[in-house]
């Protein structure tokens, strides 16, 4: 048994669908914990850096404009094997892959506007809380 901690983001496409609440369903249904959250409007320099392992791909300046469009939602979600556990919920990056059920079989507009990110390593999701939150934010 391993308790973890994740990063997700709520992607602007969901925030501008007010889709958000039907989100974080998905994540307490599965046993995930919220344990610390918060609305934010992303600045350029944010995006680019969060996304810097991308920096080289030919969709980067497309998905920095995008996850700047308008507001997101950073949290970090945490219970057994949360960073696995969340990428299952969240289902495939290309939401034609996506299994049904998942968040973005049932809620992304593209692969680009596919609702969610979360962190993939245990590794990345701790430089990715700290981006975003401090210690003492993160309530359980
Ligand atoms: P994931 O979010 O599933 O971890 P990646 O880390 O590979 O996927 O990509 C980061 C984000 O970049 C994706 O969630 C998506 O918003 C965008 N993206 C990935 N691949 C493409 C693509 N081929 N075309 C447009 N946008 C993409
Ligand atoms: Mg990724």
Redesign the pocket.
């Known amino acids: 048994m391993t308790i973890e901690n994740t990063l997700s983001i709520i ?1 602007p496409d969901a925030t501008k669908r007010n889709i958000t609440g039907s989100i974080n369903a998905k994540f307490e249904d599965s046993g995930l914990n919220i344990i610390a959250q918060k609305r934010l409007q992303l600045t350029k320099g944010m995006a680019k850096k969060f ?1 810097e392992v ?1 920096k080289d791909r030919p ?1 980067f300046n ?2 920095v404009d ?1 996850m700047i469009s308008g507001p997101v939602i950073a949290q970090v979600l945490r219970g057994e094997n949360a960073v696995k556990l969340n990428r299952d919920i ?1 289902g ?2 290309n939401p034609k892959e996506a299994e049904k059920g998942t968040i973005r079989n049932e809620f992304a507009e593209s ?4 609702s969610v ?2 962190s ?1 390593s245990l590794e990345n999701a701790k430089s990715e809380i700290a981006f975003f939150f401090a210690e003492i934010e993160l309530v359980y």
């Open positions: 992607k996304y991308h969709f497309n998905l995008f969240m495939a990056t692969i680009e506007a596919n990110h979360g993939d």
